[in-house]
């Protein structure tokens, strides 16, 4: 009799087990985690984790712990597409974080949005990513943004004339001509807009040329890696120029990786690792502890973005549909955000978020002036 009821209890347990796994609640993330971006899915995944733990300790949603499934996307859009096709055809997977770059996010979004899935990116910053269907979010100033916030600096700081360097990717297209069509609206001059193919090594010809007109400052559109062996060969060829950059350049492998060239730069973003701000804080010292790092934007970004989604399945309950997670995403108002605060437009579900200026001066970013 003892065996039988020792039996019976196990199965039950087992039962239980295996029932409070089933009652999980699963989220997609597709990401770069090999190929030439894999260092952006690294620090996605990195702040994702910190997340869902601090999430999943506090009660998760109604009891029930959140996963995260993670795809390799490589940053390209046909494996974005397949993934997306994955995840929607998993009944398990309510919403989706990701992708990284515009072009990938939008060519699975295409899929998101057909299928009906929720899809919030932390980085997709095209102007067009939010056009492919009602069911994208994202949680980055866009480059409508960020283009015309850097030009006002540019001219509010008496710059005139400006050479524009940049990715030519969508994000590079975007951000680039974003910038010059601000400059020029506000009374400045482009001397000359340059664009490069991704991988490039070599810009002493393109700074050679675009400091033929002598410009007061260059407007660098491109991600710290670019930017590192570029500002290291306008120092190299004693460019004059006064230097810029869209907030890719946020990443303390910038200051590592271009030494004294960094010195001087200056650009926008919308996180600030030395934010007094108690949220901020805890983020950075437990992302330094448990990564042996400091966090870059791109890191911040992907903590904010997994903290909305997990705020707006908290919202909605433990068996909520995608089409409530989507209206609960589009309700999102001062999440707290270690990038600040975000609230989704009810028009348009852009993000409504602050721009900061910094400078690097003595191998630091520091508040620019």
Not at 37 to 64: H, I
Not at 138 to 151: C, D, K, L, M
Not at 272 to 278: F, G, H, I, N, R
Request: glycine share 8%; charged share 20%; net charge positive.
């Amino acid at each position: 009799m003892t065996t039988v009821r020792f039996l019976l209890a196990a199965a039950a347990l087992a039962a239980t087990s295996a029932g409070a796994f089933a009652q999980d609640i699963f989220v997609g993330y597709q990401l770069p985690l090999t190929g030439t971006q894999s260092q952006y899915g690294e620090v996605f995944r990195n702040s994702a984790t910190l997340q869902l733990e601090k999430f999943n300790a506090a009660g998760g949603v109604g009891g029930r712990k959140v996963q995260i499934v993670y795809e390799d996307s490589k940053s390209d859009p046909k494996e974005a597409v397949n993934i997306a096709r994955k995840f929607v055809d998993d009944k398990r997977i309510v919403a989706v974080l990701g992708d990284f770059a515009s072009g990938p996010s939008m060519a699975a979004g295409e899929v998101y949005g057909k299928e009906g899935m929720p899809q919030l990116s932390q980085t997709a910053s095209h102007p067009d990513f939010l056009k492919v269907s009602n069911w994208q979010f994202r949680n980055i100033t866009t480059q409508a943004q960020e283009g015309p916030f850097n030009a006002k600096w540019l001219r509010d700081s008496g710059v005139k004339t400006v050479a524009v360097i940049g990715l030519q990717n969508d994000w590079g297209l975007s951000a680039t001509g974003e910038f010059a069509k601000a400059f020029e609206a506000l009374g400045g001059k482009v001397t000359a807009t340059e664009l490069f193919n991704p991988g490039a090594r070599d810009f002493k010809a393109i700074l050679t040329k675009v400091s033929q007109a002598k410009p007061e400052a260059i407007y660098f559109a491109m991600f710290y890696e670019e930017g590192a062996l570029i500002l290291q060969q306008a120092k190299q060829l004693n460019v004059a120029a006064k230097l810029y950059s869209a907030s890719p350049f946020y990443a303390p492998k910038l200051i590592e990786l271009a030494g004294p060239a960094a010195e001087g730069v200056m650009l926008s973003t919308t996180f600030v690792a030395d934010s007094p701000a108690a949220n901020v804080k805890a983020f950075v010292d437990e992302y330094k502890k448990r990564f042996n790092g400091e966090p870059n934007q791109f890191a911040a970004q992907a903590y904010d973005a997994t903290g909305i989604l997990l705020d707006a399945l908290k919202r909605v309950g433990p068996n909520a549909t995608r089409a409530q997670i989507r209206d609960a995403l589009a309700a999102t108002a001062n999440y707290p955000g270690v990038t600040g605060a975000t609230t989704f437009d009810k028009a348009t579900r852009e993000p409504n978020k602050t721009l900061a200026k910094l400078q690097i001066k003595g191998g630091k970013f520091v508040a620019a002036q």
